[in-house]
């Protein structure tokens, strides 16, 4: 089964900015979207972005849209979240995931495979 790794997590400061990553490995020609979700303290996971792997076309939630950037190296296998301009109410638990089927989703049931996520903490 597929395998993802994030990384990059960490503690900053409103308006500043972290970049995280997601690597993953085995059968990853089977994944045909890549997404970043989030889960802050009492709250449900909810959808940040996602690329689709076979072009450039790139979704966001609405709360994100102008501040983060999601990209790929399909030669590594690698997805990114570029975070800008963060906000305390971003601070959460990222999470990488992949879609197998067709059709971008910012769903949670829409991925099957998942990282074991990294914490985003963003200070006022």
């Known amino acids: 089964q597929v395998q993802l790794v994030e990384s990059g997590g960490g503690s900053v400061q409103a308006g500043g900015s972290l970049r995280l990553s997601c690597a993953a490995s085995r059968y990853t020609t089977s994944i045909r979207y890549m997404g970043w979700f989030r889960q802050a303290p009492g709250k449900e996971r909810e959808g940040v972005a996602t690329?689709?792997?076979?072009?450039?076309?790139?979704y966001y939630a609405d709360s994100v849209k102008g501040r983060f950037t999601i990209s790929r190296d399909n030669a590594e296998n690698t997805v990114y979240l570029q975070m800008n301009s963060l906000k305390p109410e971003d601070t959460a638990m990222y999470y990488c995931a992949a879609r197998l089927l067709r059709g971008y989703s910012l769903n949670v049931g829409g991925y099957a495979y998942w990282g074991q996520g990294t914490q985003v903490t963003v200070s006022s």
């Open positions: 690329i689709w792997t076979g072009g450039s076309n790139t």
